[in-house]
């Protein structure tokens, strides 16, 4: 570690449906690091100033306002020599403000084709979330989820003057153990062998820092069953098919194609092994 005085901070910025998930479970393997999970998320949903009828006047997580999830990031972990974040971007909205200090920022992507059908089955697929509307519209209002992700990546980059390492997950999958090699020597985490595989888990017993209301949503709606459930990075089997946009709904193939730029512009700039 370069400097054993101070812990590696790193975060890792995705969208749902990214894998993202299975990268946290293998910095859970670190005896030394302090993980927390879509803190930022459970305030946009959940929090004190989240605007999602009734929540906005019954929170279901009430401390996590953005200032005290900056704070918690930003705290000192005695005994800790990682501190690692997933989130969301488009959590955050345009406030990047609320980004935590002392972190390297970190961005991990996929095909919106494979992220946006997969949750749009998840929402149509909810009696829960079906009930307030049952749409990508209705339960992302206004959310472009690449376009956070760029707007995050530039404010990384001019603004922080980092040089933001960028993955993208079907680039991983096809070679986990290079690619996780790869991610930790770009950010500074001990990379061991020992993080490829892991025990099998549940939301309720998983130690991370998370929200309460968030973990129950996600249980409910099986967000993160597969990652848990696993145990260890599954390899792609075959490159994924180039889906044909035509077969969509029109809800759908617009969000796409208002994402797709912005994952291209990510994807010309994400790391890529030396196969020499």
Same mark, same amino acid.
């Given at each position: ?64 306002? $953005? ?7 930003? =705290?000192? *972990?005695?005994? !800790?020599?990682? +501190?690692?974040?997933? #989130? ?83 680039? $991983? ?7 996780? =090699?790869? *991610?930790?020597? !770009?950010?500074? +985490?001990?990379?061991? #062998? ?83």
């Amino acid at each position: 570690m370069a400097n054993n005085s101070k812990p590696v901070r790193v975060m890792m910025w995705s969208t749902p449906r990214s894998v993202s998930t299975a990268i946290e479970r293998s910095i859970l393997t670190l005896d030394e690091a302090e993980v927390f999970n879509e803190m930022y998320s459970a305030a946009h949903h959940f929090g004190p100033t989240s605007n999602h009828f009734p929540l906005n006047y019954f929170p279901l997580s009430p401390k996590f306002s $953005f200032k005290w999830v900056k704070s918690e990031l930003e =705290k000192d *972990y005695p005994g !800790k020599e990682v +501190i690692f974040a997933k #989130d969301f971007a488009y959590a955050l909205g345009e406030d990047l403000s609320l980004l935590p200090t002392g972190y390297t920022h970190t961005i991990l992507i996929r095909n919106p084709c494979s992220v946006l059908r997969s949750i749009n089955h998840v929402i149509k697929n909810s009696y829960f979330l079906s009930l307030t509307g049952g749409s990508l519209k209705k339960h992302y209002p206004g959310t472009i989820f690449f376009k956070e992700l760029w707007d995050l990546y530039v404010y990384a980059r001019d603004t922080l003057h980092q040089n933001p390492v960028v993955i993208d997950a079907d680039d $991983f999958l096809e070679n986990p153990e290079a690619m996780m =090699k790869l *991610y930790c020597e !770009k950010t500074g +985490i001990p990379f061991r #062998d020992s993080m490829l595989s892991w025990e099998p888990t549940n939301i309720w017993s998983i130690n991370w820092h998370s929200s309460y209301a968030l973990s129950f949503a996600a249980w409910m709606l099986g967000y993160y069953g597969k990652a848990l459930n696993s145990s260890g990075f599954r390899k792609a089997d075959k490159p994924k098919e180039k889906v044909d946009m035509s077969t969509m709904d029109d809800d759908l193939r617009e969000a796409v194609e208002e994402n797709m730029e912005y994952y291209d512009m990510l994807y010309t700039n994400r790391l890529v092994l030396n196969m020499e």
